[in-house]
């Protein structure tokens, strides 16, 4: 349960650049060691939301999109001092209720620990797993 009440905006000046930019390249596994440069480009291309309690940006959520047909969700986090209090389920629910992101055919995303927070949302294993395929390169920062 909420401790304190999370106001979330979809404004990219309100973000706290910083932290987030902190936060995703030392403490998360899929952006480890991202250079600023690259993660400054992925904002600007894309729909972001923050997540704060009383101004101070306690979570994040990024999304790749069309606004059209597909979105990718990452780069999602609430901040360590704040889980366990209903904080992502919130965001989750303000952007899925985005108005950028009805209709639209396919939402995807991978996670490798928090399915329950995702499950809620609607989201299920795929369906034909087959059907997927990726150009992965996990040490791309590492050469940048």
């Given at each position: 349960m909420q401790q304190q009440e999370l106001t979330i905006s979809h404004d ?67 901040l360590p001092a704040y889980r366990g209090k209903g904080y992502a389920s ?55």
């Open positions: 990219k000046a309100d973000l706290d650049i910083e932290m987030v930019y902190t936060f995703l390249s030392q403490e998360t596994p899929w952006a480890k060691g991202m250079p600023r440069e690259t993660f400054e480009r992925a904002v600007a291309g894309s729909l972001c939301f923050g997540g704060y309690i009383e101004g101070r940006q306690i979570a994040f959520a990024r999304l790749i999109t069309d606004e059209a047909t597909f979105a990718y969700l990452c780069d999602v986090f609430v919130a965001l989750m629910k303000h952007v899925f209720a985005s108005p950028s992101l009805q209709g639209l055919r396919r939402i995807m995303l991978a996670t490798t620990d928090a399915h329950h927070v995702y499950a809620s949302h609607g989201f299920e294993r795929l369906t034909n797993p087959q059907l997927f395929m990726q150009v992965h390169n996990p040490d791309v920062y590492k050469t940048a």
